[in-house]
């Protein structure tokens, strides 16, 4: 699967943007899916999770409450919807993807997600 991360910009802190990833391929259904993010200067983080039929999801603290994560698996399409950002929310987000199934969001996630797409950089101002 090859994946495209779009919808960054420049937010007011306190404001929202929705990013959306789009795939190819007509097996994206099967695929467990992320977002992580690097900010300026640190590493790469986990951000949020959801399993392939959407009914799961996993959050890292940071964003818990304010973030949304969802899928539309008849447009091929993975979803953030970021709320009351802040500027430490500043970052390149990527979405990535796993298709090996038979775990949970978090072990998924520690085990790294092998199918990933290029950055879209938000940037908070405050």
């Not at 190819?24 to 900010?39: E, L, N």
């Not at 964003?63 to 994560?69: E, N, W």
């Not at 990535?96 to 990933?116: F, K, Q």
């Amino acid at each position: 699967v090859q994946l495209q991360a779009s919808g960054g910009g420049l937010v007011q802190a306190g404001g929202s943007l929705r990013l959306s990833c789009t795939a190819s391929g007509r097996t994206f259904s099967r695929y467990a899916m992320g977002w992580f993010r690097q900010p300026p200067g640190k590493e790469r983080e986990f951000v949020a999770a959801i399993n392939w039929t959407g009914g799961s999801t996993y959050y890292a603290d940071s964003v818990k409450g304010r973030f949304t994560i969802s899928r539309d698996n008849a447009k091929n399409t993975l979803y953030l919807q970021m709320n009351s950002l802040k500027p430490e929310d500043t970052a390149v987000y990527y979405c990535a993807g796993d298709i090996r199934g038979g775990l949970g969001l978090p072990e998924t996630v520690r085990n790294g997600m092998p199918y990933w797409g290029k950055g879209t950089l938000v940037t908070v101002s405050s």
